[in-house]
């Protein structure tokens, strides 16, 4: 009897080892490695080989139009970048609660309607479930199959005796394949059933989307391969107690990485908000108190105004805290030193708090103007005129740097109403704007002391 033959498999990072070992090497986490028995497939090499095609010259490869297929959900088809791909593999990721079914129910509800032939395997629910959020949310079609099934060998059986036009898996994580020995969720079986996906996907032209879990960290459960092998990879973010959702594409074959969809979580499922900028001010008052700001932010190619609040105090304790919500907490760490040491603000004895309004992340440079003159504003406790945004990054040593997209950034400040804006003394305009006063600054300081002249 041949000897079964093992290996040690890390569940975080797919790091592979003949023996266990209690850390990881590669990612450096704890108690992640399972044992899994290594099997191997007899492969006809010959067929293979006789299939394969000759290499051919770049100059004679002809390029075929690549079909989309609109979901009918605008601020899904944004991300993918105008539609779904067919024989095309999407792999969408969130936490637990974020609303990934609701959402792939919905486009799958959307699809149908168009009539294409959806079949939806439910891993982790049963039929009467998915029946239940489906009457919910209002989706029933006459094209949208459900398939309550964990075993991969008849998942495919049935996606090639039905030749729908689009799966959904929920989730990659949930079926499993008799081909490997090991338990469903385990790196080898994620990284098996997600190849073989991939391979009907290309082969019988039909679109894939599957549901994949996160860790605790917010990265993508399995091995790492897993975001190699999909055409796309779209991350569902958001706070599930917060209404609000953003759509974040971080791989994209055939489209633009940096579109954002922005959805909201209501009673019927997740609504589109066409206009983030009117939601992240509907409760802005113009009246309130120091150390409030409004910022031009970047979220894809869509310019968004966002509120940013600072709260500086004197600290009780020996060292002052810094919190922050919604940006960068070094970056902010950042920003503050360069307010003591260009602006001469001291902050040593102070507690700083910044917080972003609505839940929304910002990861761009350009909102370093505003969160200083946020945090400057409060600890002189003068208020910046309700009706002035501002953009601009800061250097280290208190210039203001250009930042991109700056015509549409002040449209939208524009068509919201707003009188004034601040912006990089090196940033040129092409076009000229009427209805709004453009107000360029060079430093740090110059920038303090146009609010503050403003306010006078």
């Known amino acids: ?36 028995t290594i099997t191997k497939e007899v492969v006809n090499n010959r067929t293979v080989l006789d299939n394969t095609p000759p290499p051919m010259l770049i100059k004679d490869v002809q390029i075929g ?102 799966v959904i898996v929920d989730s990659i994580q949930a079926i499993y394949t ?73 791989k994209n074959r055939f489209g633009n990485t940096s579109e954002v969809g922005i959805f909201e979580m209501g009673a019927n499922g997740l609504e589109e908000v066409i206009n983030p900028s009117e939601i992240c001010l509907r409760e802005y008052n113009q009246s309130q108190s120091t150390g409030s700001v409004i910022i031009v932010t970047n979220e894809g190619t869509r310019p968004m105004l966002v509120e940013i609040q600072a709260l500086v105090g004197t600290t009780p304790y020996p060292s002052p805290r810094r919190v922050t ?16 040491k260009r602006v001469g603000l001291n902050l040593s004895k102070q507690d700083v708090y910044v917080n972003v309004i609505g839940g929304i992340d910002i990861q761009e440079p350009a909102a370093d103007l505003g969160i200083a ?8 406790d003068v208020m910046i005129d309700p009706h002035t945004a501002i953009v601009g990054e800061i250097g280290l040593s208190g210039e203001i740097r250009a930042v991109n997209n700056i015509e549409k950034r002040i449209k939208e400040v524009e068509k919201l109403g707003f009188k004034k804006i601040i912006i990089p003394e090196n940033n040129t305009l092409n076009e000229k704007f009427e209805n709004i006063k453009i107000i360029k600054v060079k430093r740090i300081i110059d920038a303090i002391s146009a609010c503050i002249s403003s306010e006078k």
């Open 178 to 250: 008799d081909t490997v020995q090991s338990s469903a969720g385990s790196v080898s079986q994620i990284r098996e059933c997600c190849n073989e996906l991939m391979h009907i996907a290309k082969s019988e032209n039909i679109t894939m989307i599957v549901i994949g879990h996160v860790t605790k960290e917010g990265n993508i459960a399995g091995p790492k391969v897993l975001e190699h092998m999909v055409d796309t990879v779209i991350q569902f973010e958001g706070d599930k107690y917060k209404s609000y959702r953003t759509l974040r594409a971080v």
């Open 1 to 36: 009897m041949a000897k079964v033959k093992t290996k040690f498999v890390c569940q975080q990072c797919g790091y592979e080892t003949a023996r266990y070992m209690g850390k990881c090497p590669e990612c450096g986490n704890w108690d992640t490695f399972v044992e899994e």
């Open 325 to 340: 919500n919604g940006v960068d907490f070094s970056r902010v760490l950042q920003i503050l030193a360069v307010l003591e």
């Open 373 to 380: 003159l946020a945090v400057a504003t409060c600890a002189r």
């Open 65 to 166: 139009k690549e079909i989309r297929v609109s979901t009918n959900i605008s601020e899904f088809d944004r991300v993918l970048g105008g539609g779904l791909v067919k024989g095309s593999l999407v792999l969408l990721a969130g936490d637990p609660g974020i609303g990934k079914s609701t959402l792939l129910l919905q486009t799958g509800g959307e699809l149908s309607k168009s009539g294409k032939k959806i079949l939806y395997i439910s891993a982790e629910e049963s039929a009467s479930q998915v029946k239940l959020r489906s009457d919910r949310l209002g989706v029933n079609t006459d094209n949208l199959y459900i398939y309550p099934q964990t075993n991969f060998e008849l998942i495919k059986k049935h996606i090639l005796e039905q030749k729908p036009d689009t």
